[in-house]
């Protein structure tokens, strides 16, 4: 499966911003989705999963309550809405997608999108 993440920019704190991630290939709805960030300098870190159905998801701490996964299935696109951003989530985002496994570890995720720049202003 192919992954190309959009909707990244500049934005100020405080403000909102939602990513989307396209797949191509086939049954996207196969794939458990994940948001990955990665600051300059610092490893790839988890943001959240959302489970084939949509149904399950699951953040990391650092962005409960402020960032929202969702997906739909008959648009092969996965969701990250961001709402009241902070500096420290500047970074780049990337979309990943596995056939079968769920893991907040970046390294056992299978398939990446080129990733996109989210710039957070204070």
């Known amino acids: 499966v192919q992954l190309v993440e959009s909707g990244g920019g500049l934005v100020q704190a405080g403000n909102s911003l939602r990513l989307s991630c396209v797949a191509s290939g086939r049954a996207f709805s196969s794939y458990f989705m994940g948001w990955f960030r990665q600051a300059p300098g610092k490893e790839r870190d988890f943001v959240g999963w959302i489970s084939r159905s949509g149904v399950s998801v699951n953040y990391a701490s650092s962005v409960k309550g402020r960032f929202t996964i969702s997906r739909d299935n008959d648009k092969n696109t996965v969701y990250l809405l961001m709402n009241s951003l902070k500096p420290e989530d500047t970074a780049v985002y990337y979309c990943?997608?596995?056939?079968?496994?769920?893991?907040?570890?970046?390294?056992?995720?299978?398939?990446w999108g080129q990733g996109t720049q989210v710039t957070v202003s204070s």
């Open positions: 990943a997608a596995d056939g079968g496994l769920i893991t907040t570890v970046a390294d056992n995720w299978s398939f």
